[in-house]
């Protein structure tokens, strides 16, 4: 006669109230919502910089191998110096505005990782069946306040240089 396999595993057996289930779907949907919009905003800072600093090395350049009309030349550095100046403002402005998003979101992350405790558990541990995690190391704000203010000084020196190119034409 074949023997029968055995039939001691471990069960997990969870008493949640329905009340619970949607508050903890509710929990799941705004953790993953949070960690996608993390992932949004990581890549997006430096996107912004690398094509601020593209677009004003353009400038510079139109400056230096073009030489417009005598007549035309003070349209064309008051045109390019305005738009320099908005266009680096405005970059500054939505690099703030990406970083404050990716500081809110990763504060997110950690008070429903800390709410779950997930702070506890080790990599090699098996994820929830109910809340499947992504472990995410906690916000570090010097590394990212270093890298804001390189980006925005990145931008400003490039604008100012090419400001002072468009100005010396």
Known sequence: MPRKKSENKLE????????????????????????????????????????????LGAIVSVTKFFTPNPNDIIIFKWLLGSFTVFFSISSIVHILHCHRSLTFNRALIRQIECEFQFHKMKIGDPPDELF??????????SRGWFHLVTWIVAILS????AINRIYAW
Not at 132 to 141: A, C, T, Y
């Open 12 to 55: 997990v057996v969870y008493e949640i109230s329905p009340i619970d289930k949607e508050k903890l779907n509710n929990l799941r949907a705004l953790y993953n919502h949070a960690y996608d919009e993390t992932k949004h905003f990581r890549t997006f800072e430096w996107q912004i910089t690398v094509w601020s600093t593209t677009l």
């Open 132 to 141: 499947p995690i992504h472990l995410v190391k906690p916000p570090r704000m």
């Open 158 to 161: 490039i604008a100012g240089f």
